[in-house]
């Protein structure tokens, strides 16, 4: 029986990076591989309860505890927050986003998890102020992942030119990480992302993007670019596992060359330990995205997959609608 459905493309790239975040958070921030592969001989490493146990004689940071497996991060939070923006709005409304922002991750707010820092720099901007008072930039000078959380909403939404599209991404990223490090990891992914909707050819998309990486990141990502095999492992020691993108794209765009199914992707990702959800969010919603232009009957989302992401039904929903 076909454990798979078939998704537009579109729809799989948001559900791909919702999917991916919550698939990695149980291991999520904890940075020793080896003991990553010590769980995985006996429990797996996709959907895994935060268990401190795990991170225990272990170099990692255990984040988590109250949440169950099929929970987010704070980067799935927002990726989500967006859709549900999108599809209250019909379109991206920067007050009404930073109003939502802020009635969600603040103070009394239904999130309830850990706040990075950007997201806390961005709470203590927007919290003082009423909204005809935001600021366009709202964010920190901050580069690490939560630039990245709601691009893939925002690009398998737009419908217009990537230029345009480049210029709401750099608007919306500036929103939570005012960086142009952050704003540039996130050009070059939305581009990437944009082009295999469009049915570019994974490693077409992954090259012609590389101008919008600026210039720390585009020679990261091609040395990235120029392995032959998939070693997850070895990139994060190369590049970094932490939540900085200058670290992860080029793990991303590495493992998105080599893996040639969704669920490969994801493991592969998990297995390269430290900020596994940060990554996710793009690395799952371009893989997903390619996989549904690929089609075959193994290629997409596992259907056992989407049913433990614990916001489906909201998810799906929500992707109905924009």
């Given at each position: 029986m076909n454990s798979n459905i078939r998704l537009t493309p579109r729809t799989a790239a948001i559900l791909g990076a919702l999917v991916a975040d919550s698939a990695a958070l149980g291991l999520h921030w904890l940075y020793?591989?080896?003991?990553?592969?010590?769980?995985?001989?006996?429990?797996?490493?996709?959907?895994?309860?935060?268990?401190d146990d795990n991170y225990a004689d272990a170099k990692g940071f255990f984040a988590h505890a109250n949440k169950l497996a099929g929970d987010s991060s704070g980067y799935g939070e927002a990726c989500l927050l967006m859709l549900k923006h999108y599809e209250k709005h019909g379109q991206?409304?920067?007050?009404?986003?930073?109003?939502?922002?802020?009635?969600?991750?603040?103070?009394?707010?239904?999130?309830?998890?850990?706040?990075?820092?950007?997201?806390?720099?961005?709470?203590?901007?927007l919290i003082p102020l009423i909204p005809d008072n935001f600021p366009e930039q709202s964010g920190a000078d901050d580069d690490q992942f939560a630039a990245l959380a709601t691009v893939p909403v925002v690009t398998a939404t737009h419908t217009g030119t990537q230029a345009e599209l480049l210029d709401k991404i750099d608007q919306v990223v500036r929103l939570t990480n005012n960086n142009d490090d952050a704003?540039?990891?996130?050009?070059?992914?939305?581009?990437?992302?944009?082009d295999v909707i469009n049915g570019q050819p994974i490693s077409?998309?992954?090259?012609?993007?590389?101008?919008?990486?600026?210039?720390?990141?585009?020679?990261?990502?091609?040395?990235?670019?120029?392995?032959?095999?998939l070693?997850?492992?070895?990139?994060?020691?190369?590049?970094?596992?932490?939540?900085?993108?200058?670290?992860?794209?080029?793990?991303?765009?590495?493992?998105?060359?080599?893996?040639?199914?969704?669920?490969?992707?994801?493991?592969?990702?998990?297995?390269?330990?430290?900020?596994?959800c940060?990554?996710?969010?793009?690395?799952?919603?371009?893989?997903?995205a390619k996989a549904e232009q690929a089609g075959?009957?193994?290629?997409?989302?596992?259907?056992?997959?989407?049913?433990?992401?614990r916001k489906i039904s909201v998810a799906a929903a929500a992707c109905a609608t924009v």
């Open positions: 020793d591989p080896a003991r990553i592969a010590q769980i995985e001989k006996t429990k797996g490493i996709t959907f895994l309860s935060p268990n991206f409304k920067r007050i009404e986003y930073q109003s939502e922002y802020r009635g969600y991750f603040g103070p009394g707010g239904e999130y309830i998890g850990y706040i990075d820092s950007p997201t806390r720099q961005t709470l203590h901007t704003v540039a990891a996130a050009k070059y992914t939305a581009s990437v992302l944009f077409q998309a992954l090259t012609d993007a590389l101008p919008l990486a600026g210039e720390k990141l585009a020679p990261l990502l091609e040395q990235a670019l120029q392995t032959e095999t070693d997850s492992v070895a990139m994060a020691e190369r590049f970094g596992s932490a939540c900085h993108v200058l670290e992860g794209i080029p793990i991303v765009a590495h493992i998105l060359k080599h893996t040639s199914n969704y669920r490969e992707t994801i493991e592969a990702n998990i297995r390269a330990s430290g900020d596994s940060g990554r996710a969010i793009m690395l799952g919603a371009i893989a997903a075959g009957e193994t290629s997409s989302i596992p259907l056992g997959w989407l049913t433990k992401y």
